[in-house]
């Protein structure tokens, strides 16, 4: 009996001990301040140097938090008992948050530098008037691949893909949007398409793609395209870029026939508690300075006007992550297409997964 | 008969290293300079100076530890209560009945209890954070307690507290005196049990994290679905001794605990 005491007031002890200790650092590292701002994002999608800046320019406390899938994050925000004060997700999920109440109107008059985002990226049919959502980085979805791997050889469109020589070789990203989306460009029809016809055609056209299929993976495909595990992979363009710093033999192209434009904006969740700090955060990042040195750090396209003037001749001429305007007008946003058409994408995206070669 | 020792020798050491290949694979890495899981590059130390300087992981780490301790011991006097409580009951079904109840609870997935742990926070407003990860750990140490106490209870004969009762010890000195001694090596394999059950806890973790509070095997998970940084190897490794240290904690309290009245009944 005495050793089952001794233990219980062992493990109380250092317990305490352990709680005082996470105390004290949580106060040391300034977590407990009055001032503070949390920030939902996604993980290493800013420079850290900038949130040091950004504590020391205001005096607000920054703390980060991470998720992995812009589903997550809604859910941790919808369920409530959180208070995030910046999140930044996808524009899919912002319009359906949007919906759902989720986020806060964003005061523009706090935030002058939004002058310098370009208006190709703003008002757009995710979010008109930027009334929820500031654009933070923007990108395309494309075909990352191994001209060694291929004997030399480049690819440039959607339906260089359904070459015979490529039997085995590609990898597709596990998105219904995005592979019935590359079906239906490569057939020269829009993104956002609902024309029963045209999604069966589309969903025709992948099954004759699937000999040439090696699989259909998550965010492995990263791992397995700068491994060299597969010659070609249709990712987003933020991937490819993570992929080619991995890699250097790989190359990104923005197919031809079009594709899909995609964005990654700023907004305030409902359940944020600074939200004066939130708009301040928010200019922050659009300070043309800052925004350069944050897109040179993660790498994706930046919607930011002044601040791709000021970026490297390399980085702001590069055509596959900055696509001349021809190219651009190529490109398309996902349109909320309704849960309805949404389940049934994800049907035909079911039937080309089960489909036998 | 030598021969066939040695081939059944060989087979368990092919076992276990195939069992522990993977861990060792990670561990291996978690000192390449290089960067990344592909080619060893030279020794470096480097990953886990990173581990230790990030203050916000440490304090990760931290919380951990006082969610693991704090769960397991009090699920470990929840469930010494529960396993007094079901050998007290007289009738033979009620108690199987309460038994598989408790065990349905350890077989059932954890997906299932952190999900409906959620729904159950969100629905009487708990905020999301400490005590709720700490409650839903106490939930699922408990069975397990109950389950590593119980056969020591069943082991322990009746007419020990008879004999107890009749030289004039009160209910609590029976139990304190008696019960308790004799069922301490159940006790403490429990209290291990929960202890390693919570540390390496995903799933109920997963759902029921929130507001800033965080536990290892979730960072490390959103940390690992972003890129392969080696640090998490590092993090993985240091997780993976610690552990260790623990079983051959356990160990050796087993050894000595249990080692002095199993020597008492071979004596004379």
Known sequence: ??????????????????????????????????????????????????????????????????????????????????????????????SKMKQEGLLLPIDHSKIPNLKYVDKRFMDLSFDHDNQYSIPYFWGTVGIVYNPEMLGGREIHKWSDLWDESLRNQILLVDGAREVIGMSLNALGYSLNDTDEGHLQEALRRLNLLTPNVKAIVGD?????????????????????????????????????????????????????????????????????????????????????????????????????????PEMTSKLEVYENLGPRMLSHYNELFLEFKMHRK | ??????????????????????????????????????????????????????????????????????????????????????????????????????NVLIVSPDVIIGASFLILFTMIGLQLGFSSVLISHIAFSVPIVVLMVLPKLEEMSPTLIDAARDLGASRWEV?????????????????????????????????VTGNGFSTLSVEIYSRARHGVSLSINALSTLLFLFTALLVVGYYFIHRRTNGKPANAEVGP
């Open chain 1, 1 to 94: 009996m005495k050793q089952l005491v001794r233990m219980t007031a062992a493990v109380i002890i250092i317990t305490a001990a352990l709680l005082y200790l996470t105390n004290w650092l949580n106060t040391s590292q300034g977590f407990r301040g009055k001032d503070t701002l949390t920030i939902y994002n996604w993980g290493d999608y800013i420079d850290p140097e900038l949130l040091a800046r950004f504590e020391k320019e205001t005096g607000i406390k920054v703390i980060y938090q991470t998720f992995d899938s812009n589903e997550a994050m809604m859910t941790k925000i919808a369920q409530g008992g959180t208070s995030y004060d910046v999140s930044i997700p996808s524009e899919y999920a912002i």
């Open chain 1, 220 to 324: 492995e495909i990263k791992m397995l395209l700068a491994g060299e595990e597969a010659a070609i992979g249709v990712v987003w363009s933020g991937d490819a870029s993570e992929i080619m710093s991995e890699n250097e033999k790989l190359d990104y192209v923005v197919p031809k026939e079009g594709t899909n434009l995609w964005f990654d904006n700023m907004v305030i969740p409902k359940s944020a508690t600074n939200i004066e700090g939130a708009h301040k955060f928010i200019n922050f990042m659009l300070d043309p300075e800052v925004n350069a040195q944050n897109t040179e750090y993660v790498g994706y396209s930046t919607p930011n006007a002044k601040a791709l003037e000021l970026l490297p001749e390399d980085i702001s001429g590069d055509e596959r992550f900055y696509p001349d």
């Open chain 2, 1 to 102: 008969m030598r021969r066939g020792i040695k081939w059944s020798n060989l087979y368990l050491a092919a076992v276990f290293l195939i069992l522990y290949a993977p861990i060792f694979y990670l561990m291996f890495y978690s000192f390449n300079s290089g960067g990344s899981m592909r080619e060893f590059e030279s020794f470096t130390l480097e990953w886990y100076g990173e581990v230790f300087s990030d203050t916000r992981l440490l304090i990760i780490v931290l919380n951990t530890l006082v969610i693991a301790l704090l769960s397991s011991l009090i699920s470990t006097i929840l469930g010494v209560i529960g396993a007094l409580a079901i050998r007290q009951v007289r009738r033979l079904r009620s108690k199987h009945t309460l038994l598989s109840l408790n």
């Open chain 2, 175 to 207: 139990l304190t005196k008696v019960t308790l001694p004799f069922i301490k090596p159940g006790i403490f394999a429990g209290f291990f049990m929960a202890l390693t059950y919570s540390l390496d806890d995903f799933a109920v973790t997963f759902f």
